[in-house]
């Protein structure tokens, strides 16, 4: 089966993953068929559908006909034979149970097409033993989604011992046309991946507590408010079901090794019954209170060898081929919600001193989850997981919210790199950017500065709100102003020009930030606006100075007091953005816009900057200073190259002299 050939999809199961990715397809313009054991399932699972097609238009994220095309294009169904029958993809979402899933495909193999690709929607069962059950093994794969489909970006592609070439790109393409990120998981090994770096991780948690190296609560406060996570480990795992967490566990154990083995803490827990939200009572009582995590209780010891633990799984699965590092970074950051990736994670603590931790650790423990990988060794002694990337930048100081790059022709990148959180500004990336400006405008190699997101989500959806309550008194929100004015007032005013490169959201800070740069291009799936009014703020990083300068005060008034999204193409038309692509022509034009401005004279270049800014404040004396500019660029050697190109009629090569 070829991508190009696909039309129908089936999905088997209408339960919250299989309603999920029927509503994802359908949105993708594929002929869907939902189907379900029973009636009363299939019109519940269609049923949810059509409420999130709605709500998805009341928000605006979809237009009323689209969502209506949408539910037009699902047909729910009993009959099996009606369900598959016609299907070119069969997507399966049954239960997470190996006979469950295995029954479902003797069935469904008497009436799918023999063209037919099956994908399974597993999140740890073997794919070359579910296909086996099957007649195709060379046409099944697993296309393992993450709870909710409509949201989550992440779907994990995974290849099965007998799975053809031509099938995974076919699946690959078809998840990529969803909308969603795809990520290829090479061998077929438990847990693939975003599940074999969390559910250790939260099996580590449970054996710090069963062996009173540390409590719920000084776990939780470390790896939500030391290491970042989104949530605590505990709080996770009572989200996710201890149950769920104990199951896969015991796969893994029973597939990969005694390092695997549940911890007791988390076998007393599951034997009591106390699975967590679903059932009200888990690591915390949810009858009673519920989750309540301190902000100060973390320690460096317990982030150390949670890290560490995380690290060792990094490794092994480097060493067995199931994925490299930046692949695992993405996947554990789309489909976990990490601010980082682990590989990252564990490069900025250090790899030697991981592998040193996990030696101790297995000295005085004697437990087989402590043994060093390969991989991890190797990965140390060359200086980390990334130590080999090309075209990023080794500054001074350690990013960990940015990237700098190298593309070439002259031009430094910083890429905001924080792509789970939708690059989402907080305190830390606001020095970073300082930090990495002048790294840029220190170095004589870079002649323009170009500014991009990670993914093509967002270029920055804003402040990093959830990171910046505490700084809710009055004060520490003056300075938090004032901090954010100054690190973008620096782009606005650096010697190098500066182009925003807008993919995705542009909103609130992340606009903010645009607005500072000279130049903005923008692609065509792009949205920018100020959302500030919706939270009962005001844009405090400039917005409202600079937004009335581009488009004029009423204009920028209705921006603002309406706190809507605005697509690409009408802020072009307000004079906010410059210039409007094609997605798929974006990265070409924006490496090209910066090249051509690093091209240009850097002595009048930054010279016409300062002018410009001062005449904005005081018209007087930016024209004085105009003409002292002026003046000094006559005895400039850069003067000299211009004019000589000019007669010759060729291309000037300026020096900044």
């Not at 190996?98 to 794919?127: C, Q, W």
């Not at 959180?421 to 323009?448: G, H, K, P, S, Y």
């Not at 105009?626 to 090569?653: C, K, N, R, V, Y």
Request: aromatic content about 6%; overall charge negative; charged content about 25%.
């Amino acid at each position: 089966m070829q991508f190009e050939d696909i039309e129908t999809v089936a999905v088997l199961g209408a339960g919250n993953m299989g309603h999920g990715i029927a509503e994802v397809a359908a949105l993708a313009g594929y002929e869907v068929t939902l189907r379900d054991i029973e009636e009363k399932f299939v019109e519940s699972g269609y049923e949810q559908i059509v409420w999130s097609l709605d709500k998805l238009a009341e928000k605006e994220q979809i237009g009323p006909e689209e969502a209506q095309a949408a539910k037009e294009r699902i047909t729910p169904l009993v009959d099996v034979e009606a369900a598959v029958g016609d299907a070119d993809v069969i997507i399966e979402a049954v239960p997470e149970q190996m006979d469950i899933k295995k029954d479902v495909y003797s069935e469904v193999e008497e009436h799918a097409p023999g063209r037919a690709v099956f994908a399974t929607n597993t999140s740890s069962l073997s794919i070359t033993e579910l296909s086996e059950v099957t007649d195709r093994p060379e046409q099944f794969c697993g296309m393992h989604f993450f709870n909710p489909p409509v949201r989550m970006q992440l779907v994990e592609v995974i290849e099965g011992d007998h799975t053809s070439t031509e099938t995974i790109d076919a699946v690959d393409r078809l998840a990529e046309s969803f909308g969603k990120a795809p990520v290829r998981v090479h061998e077929d090994s438990p847990g693939f991946i975003v599940n074999r770096v969390l559910v250790p991780l939260m099996n580590e948690a449970c054996w710090l507590v069963t062996e009173n190296d540390a409590t719920v609560a000084e776990v939780d406060s470390t790896a939500k408010f030391d290491m970042g996570l989104p949530m605590g480990i505990f709080e996770l795992g009572d989200q996710v079901g201890n149950d769920v967490t104990y199951h896969v566990l015991e796969y893994l154990r029973e597939v990969l090794g005694t390092a695997y083995e549940p911890a007791p803490f988390l076998v007393e827990t599951v034997e009591a019954e106390r699975y967590g939200q679903k059932t009200g009572n888990g690591f915390y009582n949810y009858e009673n209170g519920g989750v309540d995590i301190p902000t100060n209780a973390g320690t460096e010891a317990i982030r150390e060898r949670l890290v560490a633990v995380t690290a060792n799984e990094v490794g092994h699965l480097v060493e067995a081929g199931v994925s490299n590092p930046d692949d695992i970074d993405e996947a554990v950051m789309l489909g976990a919600g990490f601010p980082e990736g682990p590989a990252k994670m564990a490069d900025d603590v250090g790899l030697s001193r991981l592998v040193d931790t996990l030696g101790d650790l297995h000295s005085d423990r004697n437990h087989p989850r402590f043994e060093v990988s390969d991989a991890l060794r190797e990965a140390a002694e060359i200086g980390g997981f990334h130590a080999e990337e090309e075209g990023v930048v080794e500054a001074e100081t350690e990013f960990s919210t940015l990237e700098l790059r190298y593309p070439g022709d002259m031009v430094g990148q910083i890429v905001l790199s924080r792509e789970a959180r939708m690059n989402t500004i907080n305190q830390t990336m606001l020095d970073e950017l300082r930090e990495a400006l002048d790294t840029f405008e220190a170095d004589d190699d870079v002649r323009a500065v170009l500014v991009t997101g990670t993914g093509a989500r967002a270029f920055s959806a804003g402040a990093d709100v959830t990171s910046m309550a505490s700084s809710a008194e009055p004060l520490e929100g003056v300075e938090l102003s004032r901090k954010g004015q100054s690190a973008f007032g620096a782009f606005e005013a650096s010697p190098l020009p500066v182009v925003a490169g807008i993919d995705g959201f542009a909103l609130g800070g992340g606009f903010e930030l645009a607005m500072c740069c000279d130049y903005r291009l923008a692609s065509k799936r792009s949205e920018l606006g100020l959302p500030e009014h919706n939270l009962g703020l005001l844009p405090g990083w400039g917005g409202t100075q600079r937004l009335q300068r581009l488009v004029g005060m009423s204009r920028a008034k209705e921006i603002v007091f309406t706190a809507e999204r605005y697509d690409a193409e009408t802020m072009y038309e307000y004079d906010v953005v410059n210039e409007v692509v094609p997605n798929d022509e974006f990265d070409e034009r924006a490496h090209e816009l910066a090249a051509d401005f690093a091209a240009g004279p850097p002595v009048a270049r930054d010279l016409t900057k300062q002018v410009m800014l001062k005449g904005a404040e005081d018209i007087d004396a930016g024209l004085e200073l105009e003409a002292q500019a002026f003046g000094h660029l006559l005895g400039t050697d850069d003067l000299m190259e211009g004019i000589t190109a000019f007669m010759g009629d060729d291309e000037p090569e300026f020096e900044g002299e």
